[in-house]
């Protein structure tokens, strides 16, 4: 305009970078949404800073394109609607770095690894080049998996090959000849700055000074920008002028090839123009042809797997794969060294980059930047904590470019797939995607050999090929879609396992979550907590919690109050399990006795106390424990008789606990005998682990009252009916036998039953089943003599159960136990540390009231061996302990004071 109107026209710019969802943009560039919020506003802002003709962005979009630009630092601005000062920077001009490799090199390249074997098929192919048989070879992969960094290992291990190299352009599929010009202007040998008569020159010479083909001489010197070429008129048709360019670039190639040995590399093939695509075609099947022999030329050529060129099937393919694990351990040693304090970093970038080297090295950087991590690369340490790893921005440019160019329906499919989840069952995806079976079909085929998707590990079902890619595909969805395929999903779920929908709670749950169906999500929210309490407990508190926070904005009713007071029942199971401090156990549970007041609920109310009174028992209170079990056996009188027997089965444990030998031996017996004469009563039972905990409670009761022989006998057919899926049953038989068979005198039998105890406990993985198998497997091994492994096997124990807040009415015993292992090694002064904290636990009522006579005759031998033993207090001790042993009527425990006794007495 201002060198035919005379008019000056300027436009100013403004530019910054982030997250912004818009709808689908059609072929005529209509857009469904216009982008909006903070993102553009402050481009809008910066771009009122910019000279005319002059662009300015913000210091997020300098940061992102840094050495790709040129920028001049304009210092912080105050603009309007940001909440801080914003760094502004003008654009001065293009920077020295042109791809991802340069800007890699320039920071320093990581160590190049798992590519040995892709690196040798490449040499080999150059070698079979350097023999006279032309070569081309395509190397595809995902962005980020290494396919320009194995080219330049080529290069640099290829020294003295004449190099040509050309790069298709992200934004260049509308730039006719782009990526022909660039290679071109390699063979040419020259640059973008050359004069006009240094191009003319050059190109003549190399098209051949004596006769140059005038029509291609004449296209080149167009294409290569020549200012003050005036292409003459040549009557050709279009096409026929193509033909004979791309003619003229062949025969150079050719003949340099005779000369010497001639790599090209062209990289992104998937961003070819049509025009460059038709001529690397042509270029391609020069080569492979027959009157090709004898040219030294290899085409090395990268592309991703969602573009395959027609020719590609007639040449050398090479995939590269994600690093395998132990390659990309190493690449991580690499980036961040070997500080042990930085495991769960490395271990969350594991899980999110999938082998990707270039994920790897810019949530490194991201993380760096951030200031989570300080040092320099190869001995980072972790500055700050970091829950989660924000997804880099590069990164997301990198995946959403790629999903942004699926066709309309391929991305469909691949955005509804993600909000399914990373693994994607066909028959799922089919009943929330409106496509025909044959069309789903064919979308996943696509998607699939673009390496979004891939075969998963189950039949029917498709996975994200990487993490990353999930993530970004869910991300750049509009809420309100995404809302609507969750539901769907969720229904979908429900519909598709009518039977066993219970099994897919944590599932259902999820996605009735995020569809914005609070009810409905709490509802399998509790189901699921109580499903997996047991096998993943962290898991089942999340679930449990959720409920609260999502009935906090439903209507109150019968059905949310219930909610409430059974997953706050479940999360004091978990407790148990898993352990919890003990003001948060009491906050839960008077929550929850008050909802199962305002419900009037018997049996809720019964649970409740049962499922409290454990934990205080588990917490050494033992006496709480049982207040709690008589009240809940109470309340259970009259009502059903499952409900009943379970409430008798814990009375008879918690009276175990206190001490109350003949007590519990009678409660259980009681609640045993129903099982077999009320009409029902076992089928009801089903698969509850209650009859058989009943019978151990018995059993233990039965050989501290003297009757060992039958309560051997009952564990041992207790075990012969029991199956390896009732580890939570078994490993307590195991248990209890170890110990009856301690009190009998059986130590090998009792070393048997433990170690196995201790085997199922491990597999089952609770601290109680855990706890509880070390302090018998510990008390028999002491008992045979074994000092090292009753140590060994009771130390991790003691700190478990404090460490978890539970099992700990096993702590005196433990104590008392780990004792006399040291002072049977001649240790009093650990020995008496031991004690102390035992007998005060004991005299403050804690832990199990039969391990207080561990406690006491640990006290007793203690005492005897002193240098100069104090008898008076020895007796006094011995009296003490013949008190207990009639407090708590255990004839092995008698007998126990009796040779204790008789033993000092000589």
Request: charged share 25%; net charge neutral.
């Amino acid at each position: 305009m201002r060198r035919e109107s005379g008019l000056d026209f300027a436009v100013r710019m403004g530019l910054n970078s982030g997250e912004v969802v818009v709808g689908r943009i059609g072929d005529d560039l209509r857009m469904d949404y216009t982008a909006q919020g903070h993102v553009v506003g402050l481009a809008a802002r910066v771009q009122q800073l910019a000279p005319p003709g002059g662009i300015t962005v913000t210091d997020q979009t300098a940061h992102l394109a840094a050495g790709f630009f040129d920028f001049l630092d304009r210092g912080e601005q105050s603009l309007k609607g940001a909440s801080g000062r914003v760094r502004v920077f003008e654009l001065r001009g293009p920077g020295q770095i042109r791809s991802r490799l340069e800007s890699s090199r320039a920071r320093g390249f990581s160590r190049f690894v798992g590519r040995e074997r892709e690196l040798a098929s490449l040499e080999r192919s150059l070698r079979e080049a350097q023999s006279g048989r032309p070569k081309v070879v395509l190397v595809s992969a995902e962005p980020g998996a290494g396919k320009s960094r194995l080219c330049h290992e080529l290069v640099e291990r290829a020294r003295g090959v004449a190099l040509h190299h050309a790069r298709a352009l992200s934004h260049g599929r509308m730039v006719p000849f782009h990526v022909m010009v660039a290679l071109a202007r390699s063979l040419f040998g020259v640059g973008e700055g050359a004069s006009p008569p240094d191009v003319r020159n050059a190109v003549r010479r190399a098209l051949g000074n004596a006769t140059p083909d005038p029509i291609a001489l004449d296209f080149w010197l167009e294409l290569l920008g020549v200012s003050d070429h005036v292409p003459a008129p040549s009557g050709l048709h279009p096409e026929d002028r193509r033909t004979r360019l791309f003619r003229s670039l062949l025969e150079l190639i050719q003949a340099r090839a005779r000369r010497e040995l001639t790599l090209l590399w062209i990289e992104d093939l998937h961003w070819l123009d049509p025009a460059s695509e038709m001529a690397l075609e042509m270029l391609t099947e020069r080569l492979l042809a027959p009157e090709s022999a004898g040219s030294r030329i290899m085409l090395l050529a990268t592309t991703r797997p969602e573009y395959r060129p027609g020719w590609s099937s007639r040449v050398e393919n090479l995939s590269l794969a994600p690093l395998g694990l132990q390659d990309f351990r190493t690449l991580l040693d690499d980036w961040l060294g070997s500080d042990d304090m930085l495991a769960p970093l490395r271990a969350r970038i594991e899980a999110r980059t999938g082998g990707n080297p270039l994920f790897v090295e810019e949530m490194i950087r991201s993380l760096v930047e951030r200031g989570v991590l300080r040092g320099e690369r190869g001995a980072y340490g972790l500055a700050a904590p970091s829950e989660e790893i924000t997804l880099p921005e590069t990164v997301q440019t990198v995946l959403a470019s790629r999903i942004d160019r699926l066709a309309d329906r391929d991305k469909d499919v691949l955005q509804a797939a993600a909000v399914v989840g990373r693994d994607v069952p066909v028959e799922l995806l089919r009943a929330v995607v409106e496509l025909p079976a044959p069309e789903l079909a064919a979308s996943l085929e696509r998607l699939a050999t673009a390496e979004l998707l891939g075969p998963a590990e189950s039949p029917g079902e498709y996975a994200f090929r990487h993490p990353l890619a999930q993530e970004v595909a869910y991300r750049t969805q509009l809420l309100d879609r995404r809302r609507g395929t969750h539901a769907a999903i969720a229904r979908a779920l429900l519909a598709i396992h009518k039977s066993d929908a219970a099994a897919h709670a944590a599932l259902l749950a999820h996605h009735f979550d995020e569809a914005g169906e609070r009810l409905e999500a709490a509802r399998w929210h509790e189901q699921a907590g109580r499903r997996i309490a047991r096998s993943d407990p962290a898991d089942g508190v999340r679930h449990c919690r959720r409920v609260t926070t999502l009935l906090a904005a439903v209507p109150e009713s019968r059905e949310t109050l219930m909610l409430e007071l059974t997953s706050r029942i479940a999360l004091l199971e978990i407790g148990r399990i898993a352990g919890i401090e003990a003001r948060e156990a009491r906050g839960l549970f008077d929550e929850a006795r008050i909802v199962a007041e305002r419900l009037a609920d018997r049996a809720g109310h019964a649970f409740l106390l049962t499922s409290y009174g454990r934990l205080c028992g588990l917490a050494g209170d033992v006496e709480q424990y049982l207040a709690c079990a008589e009240r809940a056996t109470e309340l259970a009188e009259g009502s059903d008789a499952v409900f009943e027997f379970e409430m008798r089965s814990v009375l008879a444990h918690a009276q175990l606990a206190v001490g109350r030998l003949a007590p519990a031996r009678a409660t259980a017996e009681r609640a045993l005998t129903e099982v077999t004469q009320v009409a029902g009563l076992r089928e009801a039972l089903g698969r509850s682990t209650a009859p058989g905990l009943c019978r151990v409670w018995w059993a233990l009761a039965s050989a501290h009252l003297g009757r060992t022989a039958e309560a051997e006998a009952a564990l041992e057919t207790l075990l012969a009916e029991e199956s390896e899926r009732a580890l939570q049953a078994l490993y307590g038989t195991h248990a209890i036998l170890c110990e009856v068979l301690r009190l009998r005198g059986d130590l090998p039998g009792a070393l048997a039953h433990g170690r196995r105890a201790v085997e199922l406990a491990e597999e089952g993985g609770s601290v109680l089943s855990r706890v509880e198998a070390a302090a018998f497997l510990g008390a028999a091994q002491l008992a045979d003599g074994d000092l090292p492994a009753a140590t060994r096997v009771l130390e991790p124990a003691l700190a478990l159960a404090r460490g978890r807040h539970t099992a700990l009415w096993y702590e005196p015993r433990i104590l008392a136990t780990l004792a006399d292992a040291k002072l049977a090694a001649g240790d009093r002064s650990g020995a008496r540390s031991l004690l102390s904290e035992a007998r005060e636990l004991v005299d403050r009522g804690r832990g199990w009231r039969l391990g207080a006579f561990d406690v006491a005759l640990a006290w007793v031998r203690l005492l005897a061996s002193e240098p100069a033993a104090d008898r008076t207090a020895i007796e006094s001790a011995l009296e003490s302990l013949d008190a207990l042993a009639a407090e708590l009527g255990s004839v092995p425990y008698r007998r126990l004071a009796a040779l204790e006794r008789a033993r000092l007495a000589t």
